[in-house]
């Protein structure tokens, strides 16, 4: 008999899970039924502040994958409007509630995958759910606040929180045509990046036109007629016809910690190498699952997509009988903002004191390309670096076109835990239309190495 | 007393090893002369085929450091003009022809650095030393080709050799506005990459309106008046007003060969891990030394910038009293061609062929951007894979903006001797406006690891 996969959640990480499974495991072997209380499944969340910023124009790009195709090419049975609201362990069941109808069923498994992503973090404070205030985290989200702002047409954006997200959105309404003002509790934008990577972020919004108000905390939205009127921060008062909350997300595990799995100490549901959680059969995936920080060793949560994808894969290869570990992240993302590109891979420095490392930073200041080749722009790389070892710990850019992707060497380099001192040697590519003889990284790379030698002889 | 250094070959790889020796060593402590026979020091040769096309417009920004500037800010006594043309190894003295005044002077040397670069290979053919018909490798030929463009407005260019230079060229005088014709012996233009790839870049040419004739040699020139007049292949006749020779170089060793200083088998100048010479105190690097290829362990001669600066470098270091070894080269190369980016590292088919390993390989066609992104554009990317293993032995990637330096990426995994299975989890960056969520790069380790496992199941 066909052995049953409930997969909870729709998006990157649970149908990742699914359709790996699915190509190890036909349907004769395996049923599969995936529950998503949204409209959509497989989604890029990524992708909507360039849709509602115009950049994207189709709606429909950002769809993946529709529960049609889930059901015709794979067999994989993909619900939307179903929310799981109880996982019984020892029954070895779900319950599932059907929006649509509101009716509730029982749904067996074998196998389990808690696929249940990120909470959007919600201030408690007043006001907070008047009209007109909205989070950036689901495609409903971004539908939502498409109709609102065709509808109200509103002139006035308050972005609350310099996240990623946060920084994408300010720009996409700066596109749209509104007044954009940004409140930032901490000193910089992008508290991912150190305060001066982060400041360069800062310069690059407010070339744009953003009102920047960093080290303020939002106390409270006033509403007139139910919507959303103004933002009230420690400091002033800012007029708002939409607000914009982009203060990050965390795991989504009330489900799982009702259940009795195990939660780990980042807040995400523990998992073990292969991404079972601590119940046999139970997996969990993306955004809602723990993770390892591959330099710092700490359990982390972090909710990026490239994660929730590769993590997916893993937990679908071994429920389909498969062998796969995950061996953790580093946390490298990027973002386009206003203009400008910017990248991180690893620990930063707050992290990496946070860590129990010494280290030193070295930042180069080079070009994107050949000095003197059209285009050339400044790109600015900094590393953080383990002191006496020279071991790299993490690494920032910031610059124009042609910037942010030269991460990807860094990460690389950081996953096998190179020395600054062997990755000056490494075979970068170079022609004129693309980098400087010497690659920033490797400019990065050799001054830190110089830092790190000249502070060992000074120990001594 | 001070030491005497003698640097033979004022471009990257001696001019590296003269200033990282001066940055360790003050002049009081060490004389540093650089004899140069051209007019140049510190040029980027890579530079002059986008001067020649007029993407550059300032020909001094192809000169990275003047003797004046070596002299006044790093008290380097860099010569032009100045042609070594012997060297004695028991006397630790070479003699040196000042080329403005045609007379020789003996000059002592306590640690001789040996740079004199790469000799363009000139066909034996008759007809090849007419007039019109140019080398591309030192800023002298830059400047040669420039005066013949401009005072015999030549309009009917044929290229020979289709290597990174001679598409450079070809694409240079296309932006001139000559009609160009490229003649190539083998089947497709650019050996070093598989000849599927290459063929992308041969339709990439035709594509831009160069007439290509592959698999095609030539047989002679022809010349009216003492100028060029034709090229002769075995298929036909091309007329040509000039011609560019773009058949690569070989290290320039003969002044070392005739002082005794071991060759190595690929030709290059023997060197130890801190690139010296089997003669202490006689130190070489770049073009003119031997390198070993980390993948196939095999002893090359390849001419490419970035080793010779870091070779160079690795030398001065040592000179200066430091200690820093070389660990080899992975072959990484680039080039814009045609509008086309394209790169590779490591082993491509013939080449792991020939170092021994069994491999197979797999090829991702995927985008630079998020597929829905404004801007996306396709990328292929060639994985060659040990079998059973998985190890990564090279990479080629093809593609339009965005492409070429994700190769990067693969370099340091090949450095680090990675498998595919191990690269498809590496944490790379990922935004829409950079990627898909799923890196080409991780598309292709995915694919290639799904062979290595399949094989290796038929292989049980």
Known sequence: MAERLVVIGGDAAGMSAASQARKRRGPEDLEIVAFERGNFTSYSACGIPYYLGDVVEDFDDLIVRTPEKFRDKQQIDARIHHEVVAIDLGARNVTVRDLANDSEAIEGFDQLVVATGGKPVRPPLEGVDARGIFGVQTLDDAVAIENFLENEKPKHAVVIGGGYIGLEMAEAFQLRGLDVALVERSAQPMVTLDPDIGELVAEAMRGLGVDLYSSEAVTGFEAKDGSVATVVTDNRTLHADIVVLGLGTRPNVELARMAG???????????????????????????CAEKINRVSGKPVAIALGTHANKEGRIAGINIGGGYATFPGVLGTATSKVCGYEVARTGLNEAEAKDAGFEFTTATSESTTRAGYFPGASPITTKLVVEQRSGRLLGAQIFGKEGAAKRIDGLAVALWNEMTVDAMVNVDLSYAPPFAPVWDPVLIAARKAWDKVQLELANLK
Chains 1, 2 share one sequence.
Do not use: N
């Open 261 to 287: 799995i195990t939660i780990g100490e980042s807040g995400g549901v523990k998992v073990d190498q292969r991404m079972q959680t601590e119940i046999e059969g139970v997996w969990s995936a993306g955004d």
